[in-house]
């Protein structure tokens, strides 16, 4: 005999239910390396665990539940299914980043702790781009309104193997419908492939803000090696990117974006390294169409290249027509940039951002080791217009003060000072001088002095009697030699 659940537990429950639906938001908890606890996401002590805790936290997430992730890696299943992905529905934000025990996101350092969702299903990515064939096609999917991605890295989406054009569009995130509202803050999308939109796929949204986020190093075979923005609906403001890194992706058509028929926004952006290979322009940022706005403001674009190497200042952005309503370009520094694209917009540099180290200690773009911060000196510094941040920008990609005045540049931009800088990294007062070359001749003739004093006292001692050079300096010297 079986009995029915009683109507006062059945409406508790609906109660409960409505009760979590009307902003009675849970958190539940990710920890990839706990392997005790109930297993629940309740706690950070039962936190969901392993690879696919990250999944199970979406599955039993309703909406407006925050889901809190440590570092680590999570992949869309544990099987081998490629069609699976994390999916972002109606109100859901994900923050990465966590160490476990956290109280607030605040405590989070985003940087020791690398939360990763990846698409690598059998862990045998290698450099190049090889052993995809394992790999989910789109590691996320937006397929709700008002989610939030906040301090993760997505890696490792192979979309070039969707079912058909659409499903090949996107590897590393992709957005199931337009008019979403969605913000990343601090996320990384590298290492992803697709036909379009290597490392993403992005919509029309009025509210879409991606911010202090890199995207670097995605692959696409046709358009938008890092981002696609593609024939969506005319007239709505687009994706908006500010304070991001767009660096070493390539694209058929369009390195960095490619954006065809709509509206999307670059505030305060590096664009450099990318590459379009089979297009002579656009390396950096490509638009296409009969219908384009392309807003681009405070950003560097720099060593970007098209098709042959070409890197002129058309490599760097390109849009189908010189006409308003194609693109405003803003204060914004444009390699080799030409009178024509100067005419875009107004306040814009060729001169040299002069970044710390663009392709970092192993010369190639967008492996992660690069410092695209400014030296002093740049003529990016002090040279944006403060009205393009809209009031919504205080700080810069690495969380310092956006607003900076540097004294020894003459400020070239606009606003009340402190003038911001282009590009995602703002100079601070307490940076690393630029040493000049009195320095340098200085320092040489300093440590020449102490060198041959030091030679000078060792020999005086040695000839003495007073030292005796250890054993181990002649076997160091020997392997040295090996
Ligand atoms: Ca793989
Ligand atoms: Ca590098
Ligand atoms: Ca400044
Ligand atoms: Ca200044």
Request: hydrophobic share 35%; net charge negative.
């Amino acid at each position: 005999m079986t009995r029915s659940i009683p109507t006062y537990i059945l409406m508790t429950l609906a109660l409960l239910h409505l009760l979590a639906a009307d902003g009675y938001a849970a958190t539940l908890f990710v920890d990839a390396d706990l392997a005790t606890g109930a297993n629940d996401g309740s706690t950070w002590n039962d936190a969901f665990q392993g690879e696919s805790g990250v999944q199970a936290a979406l599955a039993a997430a309703l909406s407006g539940d925050q889901i809190w992730v440590t570092g680590g890696t999570y992949k869309p299943t544990a099987g081998t299914d490629r069609s699976l992905s994390f999916n972002l529905t109606t109100d859901i934000s994900m923050y990465g980043g966590f160490s476990g025990g956290e109280a607030s996101p605040v405590e989070r350092d985003i940087a020791a702790n690398e939360t990763t969702l990846s698409g690598d299903l059998l862990g045998n990515d290698g450099p190049g781009f090889t052993n995809r064939t394992d790999n989910s096609i789109h590691v996320v999917r937006i397929s709700g309104n008002t989610t939030r991605l906040d301090g993760v890295t997505i890696c490792g989406g192979n979309a070039r193997d969707g079912v058909d054009v659409f499903d090949r569009q996107g590897g590393g995130l992709r957005f199931e419908s337009t008019l979403l509202t969605f913000e990343m803050d601090r996320c990384r999308i590298v290492d992803n492939e697709a036909d379009d939109g290597g490392g993403m796929l992005v919509m029309n949204s009025p509210t879409m803000r991606i911010v202090n986020s890199v995207i670097a190093n995605n692959h696409a075979s046709a358009r938008g090696g890092g981002i696609a923005s593609l024939n969506l609906t005319v007239g709505v403001a687009g994706a908006r990117f500010i304070n991001c890194l767009i660096s070493g992706n390539v694209g058929g058509f369009g390195g960095g974006l490619q954006v065809e028929d709509t509206s999307i926004e670059f505030i305060n952006c590096t664009v450099v390294s990318n590459q379009s290979t089979d297009f002579i322009d656009g390396g950096g940022l490509l638009g296409f169409g009969t219908v384009l706005d392309l807003k681009v403001s405070n950003c560097i674009l720099w060593n970007n290249t098209g098709m042959g190497g070409n890197m002129n200042d058309l490599a760097q952005i390109r849009t189908p027509q010189v006409a308003a309503g194609f693109l405003m370009l803003n204060n914004t520094c444009v390699q080799n940039l030409s009178a024509t694209l100067d005419s875009f917009g107004s306040n814009n540099t060729g001169g040299d951002p002069l970044f710390q180290d663009m392709l970092g200690p192993d010369a190639i773009a967008g492996t992660g080791d690069e410092n695209l911060r400014l030296m002093s000196g740049s003529s990016s510094v002090d040279s944006g217009d403060n009205q393009y941040t809209n009031g919504e920008v205080t700080l810069d990609f690495d969380g310092l003060p956006r607003f900076v005045d540097d004294p020894n540049t003459v400020d070239t931009g606009l606003g009340t000072p402190p003038i911001v800088d282009m590009g995602a990294y703002e100079l601070q007062q307490d940076a690393e001088p630029v040493p000049t070359v009195g320095f340098w001749a200085n320092l040489a003739f300093i440590l020449t002095l102490l060198i041959t004093g030091t030679i000078f006292l060792q020999r005086s001692a040695y000839k003495a009697g007073a030292i005796h050079q250890p054993a181990e300096y002649h076997s160091k010297r020997t392997s040295d030699r090996q």
